[in-house]
């Protein structure tokens, strides 16, 4: 997440939502605060519930600002081999 803007945003709240956001799952906490200019990553693990692709959305809610709107997707593939993941090449 990055703040372009002159001032700081408060980040409320994060959400993974969607029809597949059972898939995603966010890795750390937010920054309540970004101040101007600041940028911090955020970590998402991805566990599919199954084969195909699969969609969802991290939603970003900063208080009285608009909300931010990430689309999410991941490719659910069936191993080689037990646990083995196959090549995508």
């Known amino acids: 997440l990055t703040n372009g803007g002159a001032e700081a945003v408060n980040i409320t709240g994060l959400t993974v939502t969607g029809e ?8 750390d906490a937010a920054p309540s605060t970004l101040a101007p200019g600041e940028a911090r990553e955020l970590s998402l693990t991805f566990t599919p519930s199954g084969v195909g692709p699969q969609l ?5 809610a900063t208080g009285g600002s608009p909300s ?3 689309p999410l ?12 993941e196959p090549s995508l090449q």
């Open 20 to 27: 597949d956001a059972g898939s995603f799952a966010l890795a």
């Open 56 to 60: 969802a959305a991290l939603e970003v």
């Open 68 to 70: 931010l709107t990430v």
């Open 73 to 84: 997707g991941g490719l659910g593939v069936e191993g080689q081999g037990g646990q083995n």
